[in-house]
């Protein structure tokens, strides 16, 4: 079996062979080996031949054992997470009912406090200002600027 062709690319025997993994001697593979080491173009043609070749299958798939260690592992991490937050909720209740407490009082407001109505007025006022501010910088801009040339 010739391993070159005349150009000095491996022959479609050769690839085949190595494909189908045939015997072949120590010396033929080194030098396929070698060659294909460096020619991408043989290197492609031995890609394309071993896209034809059936993939092998493991006997026993692995994913029905993954998918249940996944779910058991959701399941754990889910009920560790929700216990420490159920315990923690019962800790201050515990401690709230049986330190006495008479009842949560809210804190009581300054009555002038500021109210909504007032911040959205200042808001507005202060709005009002910027937008003139920006309006007057924006006239200045167009007194200074040279007249436009060329266009009409
Ligand atoms: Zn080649």
């Not at 692995?62 to 216990?83: D, G, K, Q």
């Not at 401690?95 to 006495?100: D, E, N, Y």
């Amino acid at each position: 079996m010739d391993l070159f062709r005349h150009d000095g690319h491996l022959t479609d025997e050769a690839l085949a062979a190595l494909v189908t993994g045939m015997p072949l001697d120590e010396t033929a593979r080194l030098e396929m080996a070698e060659h294909l080491a460096y020619c991408d173009l043989c290197l492609q043609r031995y890609t394309d031949a071993l896209a034809g070749t059936p993939l092998l299958m493991p006997e026993h798939s692995c994913r029905e054992s993954l998918w249940r260690r996944v779910r058991a592992r959701t399941v754990r991490i889910f009920t560790s997470r929700y216990a420490a937050a159920a315990a923690g909720i019962v800790l201050a209740l515990t401690l709230v009912w049986g330190s006495g407490y008479e009842g949560f009082r809210l804190p009581e407001l300054p009555e002038d406090r500021p109210t909504v109505s007032d911040g959205l007025r200042k808001w507005n006022e202060s709005l009002d200002s910027a937008m003139s501010g920006l309006n007057e910088f924006f006239d200045g801009l167009g007194r200074q600027a040279p007249p436009a040339q060329g266009g009409n």
